[in-house]
């Protein structure tokens, strides 16, 4: 699994830190997201996509 | 006869009698004729309606629609008191303007420093329960928590006097009545702009750590003008209170009407539980009831039907959030499923900025309120209740309660 973020869409919703904050994180001058890690382990499959589907500017993308 | 032919459905439409928490029979009939379909608002225009939940979530992301409230065609849900530009702040604006802005107050939101505002919530939540045991019976638990709760929160985010909060509230009242004559709508607006704006100056004066101090040091810098700041003190104000205030009141009536939900949460300590009740009640209340507002910037084609340049397109979070293809057996009211897709803070780049404040404030609410006072009960029937039909935001007036 191989996470991608845009930063220029984020809008700083903070939906995918609620999701998993194992993988995303907020930058702390504007809550922009952050990649924690861009290859987190498969156990984690489900809420990464999960994070993705919840995005409401759509700037996560998950390639399996 | 076809579709086109057909007098397009009058927009909003009256909910069912003796149904407070359901969407409109009419709208629901329309999500299952149609994907989109036409219907006539207040000024005789006839928008295209958006009733269906992925249909939603696909048209509100999509940059050909656009949120520019100054744009011929778009369909405002009141009598527009003004098309200067100036005076709109950044939910009526399309990128790069609308990020600009957004972006200066969204590290304020950030679900850490939320987290960190927890505490002082909890503080405050705990207080007004105390005051409301301590008080007469029956009492207005809109008064006494619903407003109080995101008020107090709001005011201290902004660094807003809460003392002036008479003035604010009964002016962000009249701002989103649906009867508020024009000029006076116009009016009230003014005297906000003018008291963010001498706000602001203080700000300038004097620092203190709060977002209207973030705000006027971004005037001092040139990044913002002082209307730009004041336009967006007076977004989160307004937005800030009203909103959550409706969802602690309806809520709390829609738990108490629903005997075995009420019991999942007075019967919870666990964070997880709560979280999972607030978003159900979000998505089963949606106190944003009169639709979210676009305009399309150029032609095209979708769900089988031409939109044109120009044409508004309506989207009624209600229905979409009550969408069968969306949630099973939407009409229940069920805290214990997972509800967190719902679209009740809207979908794209516009979705509510202060969404994780609300939802930690909804939660320490739910999670306090009925386990502190787990008898807590309407005080009138439900009939009785002043639903507000006629306001922007949907909620009640006054709930009175007894325990």
């Known amino acids: ?64 | 006869m076809t579709l086109e032919q057909t007098a397009p459905l009058a927009y909003p439409m009256p909910k069912a009698t003796g149904c407070p928490f359901d969407p409109p029979p009419d709208l629901k009939s329309l999500q299952a004729e149609e994907r989109l379909a036409k219907v006539e608002i207040w000024d005789g225009s006839t928008p295209w309606l958006v009733t269906r939940f992925a249909d939603q979530r696909a048209l509100l992301a999509d940059p050909r629609v656009s949120a520019d409230s100054t744009r011929t065609g778009y369909p405002d849900s009141i009598p527009n008191v003004s098309r200067d530009r100036d005076s709109f702040a950044f939910i009526q604006m399309d990128d790069p303007e609308h990020a600009r802005l957004r972006r200066m107050v969204t590290a304020p939101f950030m679900i850490k420093r939320v987290r960190a505002m927890q505490p002082g919530v909890q503080q405050i939540v705990d207080n007004l329960i105390d005051q409301l045991l301590a008080g007469p019976q029956p009492a207005d638990l809109v008064e006494a928590i619903a407003l109080p709760v995101p008020s107090l929160v709001i005011c201290q985010l902004l660094g807003v006097p809460y003392d002036d909060h008479d003035f604010f509230q009964e002016t962000s009242r009249m701002l989103i009545r649906l009867e508020t004559p024009p000029a006076e709508r116009k009016a009230a607006a003014d005297r906000l702009i003018e008291y963010l704006d001498g706000l602001i100056g203080r700000k300038l004066a004097e620092p203190a750590d709060d977002v209207l101090t973030e705000l006027a040091d971004r005037v001092r810098t040139g990044e913002l003008t002082r209307r730009e700041a004041a336009g967006t003190g007076i977004l989160l104000l307004v937005a800030g209170h009203e909103t959550t205030a409706n969802m602690i009141a309806l809520g709390t009536l829609a738990l108490m009407e629903h005997p075995e939900q009420f019991a999942v949460l007075r019967d919870t300590d666990d964070p997880k539980v709560v979280a999972r009740a607030v978003e159900e009640l979000l998505r089963y209340l949606n106190i944003t009831h009169r639709g979210r507002r676009r305009v399309a910037t150029e032609d095209f084609e979708y769900a089988g039907r031409q939109i044109r340049a120009g044409d508004g397109l309506i989207f009624p979070n209600d229905i979409a959030n009550r969408d069968p293809e969306a949630f099973a057996d939407p009409d229940t009211l069920d805290v214990e499923r997972d509800a967190r897709r719902h679209v009740a803070f809207g979908f794209g780049v516009h979705q509510c900025l202060g969404q994780p404040l609300a939802r930690m404030e909804l939660q320490v609410v739910y999670s306090t309120l009925y386990r502190r006072i787990p008898t807590l009960r309407r005080a009138v029937d439900l009939d009785q209740i002043d639903f507000k039909h006629d306001a922007q935001i949907y909620g009640v007036y006054s709930l009175p309660v007894t325990w």
């Open chain 1, 1 to 64: 699994m191989k996470v991608t973020v845009d930063q220029d869409t984020c809008i700083a919703s903070g939906q995918c830190v609620l999701t998993t904050s194992e993988v995303f994180d907020q930058r702390d001058d504007d809550g922009i997201v952050v990649l924690v890690t861009s290859t987190p382990p498969e156990s984690l499959s489900p809420d990464v996509h999960e994070a993705a589907a919840l995005c409401p500017a759509r700037a996560i993308q998950v390639a399996d």
